[in-house]
């Protein structure tokens, strides 16, 4: 199973299922990464059992789910703009090893 070939049906059959306009499915699709980063958060906080109301309420295996949920959601969200979300993804991580590992000019 190729990740990007899944996101790209499954972006595919959101769209077929969405009467939103384009601009506004890609703004709802936004919004749910956002939902999909807060429901990390909480699982973060419930491993840590930082919160004493509800102590341990999540464990890392949850938060590793969370997290994976973030990642497809975002890149279904390229997809359904009609980017090509591999290529997308591919020319982005590039970008951070180039900012990321290459030293920094010396004056």
Same mark, same amino acid.
């Given at each position: 199973?190729?990740?990007?070939?899944?996101?790209?049906?499954?972006?595919?059959?959101?769209?077929?299922?969405?009467? *939103?306009? $384009?601009?506004?499915? #890609?703004?709802?699709?936004?919004?749910? %990464?956002?939902? /999909? =980063?807060?429901?990390? &958060?909480?699982?973060?906080?419930?491993?840590?059992? *930082?919160? $004493?109301?509800?102590? #341990?309420?999540?464990?890392?295996?949850? %938060?590793?789910? /969370? =997290?994976?949920?973030? &990642?497809?959601?975002?890149?279904?969200?390229?997809?359904?703009?009609?980017?090509?979300?591999?290529?997308?993804?591919?020319?982005?991580?590039?970008?951070?090893?180039?900012?990321?590992?290459?030293?920094?000019?010396?004056?």
């Amino acid at each position: 199973m190729d990740i990007f070939d899944t996101i790209n049906s499954l972006a595919q059959s959101l769209n077929s299922l969405s009467t *939103a306009p $384009p601009e506004q499915a #890609a703004t709802l699709q936004a919004l749910k %990464v956002s939902e /999909e =980063a807060g429901e990390l &958060a909480e699982a973060v906080i419930g491993a840590l059992a *930082a919160n $004493p109301r509800k102590g #341990a309420s999540h464990s890392w295996e949850d %938060v590793y789910g /969370e =997290a994976c949920d973030v &990642a497809v959601t975002a890149l279904i969200l390229l997809a359904r703009r009609g980017e090509d979300p591999r290529q997308r993804m591919e020319a982005h991580l590039q970008h951070l090893v180039q900012r990321s590992l290459t030293p920094a000019p010396t004056a």
